[in-house]
């Protein structure tokens, strides 16, 4: 250990000039979202300090655990009930780390888990990002203000919920407001409903034959995600609504589950 002061002494001074971080970005919609720190910010707080003590971290073992999980999803339109087979991914990583120093090789070995689930390809390299952010924050203790071990998983469901309903009562007051595609698709998206669905809505409502929501206009793009606003997450279709058929929601709560924490 005494051949290592250097290097300890080096991380110490990169925990000590550090700054905590706070959870900058949102991830998912409706009660299923969680608060998480995007990697840019974790990279940007550290980088300067990295490059000033002369360290580097590198991966050098990796250890890989996959499970996939298939499902069915139910849709129902004009009365007719469509089942579709789903699947989703989850990986899970522990990672092993060395920091170095480059001006006397010294060097010192951290491990960091990783989870990340997708319902297609990006399952691992979401938890790889998961994996290299939460060994830097765990390192130097760049807290997020935020312990999610401090409340029970049915508690912040309650909170997620309480939030929801604020967010919706704010989207009413912003009806003039520029929608655009991606919105109205992650809207569509926390209700339950496809891409697929709202395009046959629109062609149906005027008589159109578009293939793609970007061909929605802006005025039908506002009424439409301003409707869907008022439906409750992953609840009871509001009768009369524009929307009429309800879908299972239990691939998102799934993917809730494993990634409240947001790291």
Do not use: C
């Not at 992953?234 to 879908?247: A, C, L, M, N």
């Amino acid at each position: 250990m005494s051949g290592k002061t250097g290097l300890y002494k080096k991380m110490y001074d990169v925990m000590n000039e550090s700054e905590a971080l706070e959870k900058d970005m949102t991830v998912g919609s409706g009660k299923n979202s969680y608060k998480a720190i995007g990697e840019a910010t974790v990279l940007n707080s550290i980088k300067k300090l990295f490059k000033q003590h002369k360290l580097i971290l590198i991966p050098v073992d990796v250890e890989v655990t996959e499970h996939f999980t298939e499902y069915k999803t139910s849709n129902t339109y004009n009365g007719v009930t469509t089942v579709n087979d789903k699947a989703r991914f989850m990986t899970q990583l522990k990672t092993q780390w060395k920091i170095i120093d480059i001006e006397t090789g010294e060097f010192e070995l951290l491990s960091a888990p990783g989870n990340g689930t997708d319902t297609q390809d990006k399952a691992s390299g979401k938890a790889f990002t998961y994996a290299y952010k939460a060994v830097i924050q765990k390192t130097f203790m760049l807290f997020s203000g935020e312990d999610t071990d401090n409340t029970h998983s049915d508690d912040i469901t309650n909170q997620q919920q309480g939030k929801s309903n604020t967010i919706t009562d704010n989207k009413k007051k912003t009806s003039t407001d520029k929608i655009t595609t991606k919105q109205l698709s992650d809207m569509a998206d926390s209700k339950g409903y496809d891409d697929d669905y709202i395009i046959k809505k629109y062609n149906k409502e005027f008589s159109k034959n578009i293939d793609d929501i970007k061909f929605i206009t802006q005025e039908i793009k506002q009424k439409y995600y301003h409707k869907l606003s008022e439906l409750p997450d992953g609840g009871e279709i509001i009768k009369d609504s524009i929307f009429d058929s309800k879908e299972d929601h239990s691939d998102v709560a799934f993917e809730s589950q494993l990634m409240h924490e947001g790291y």
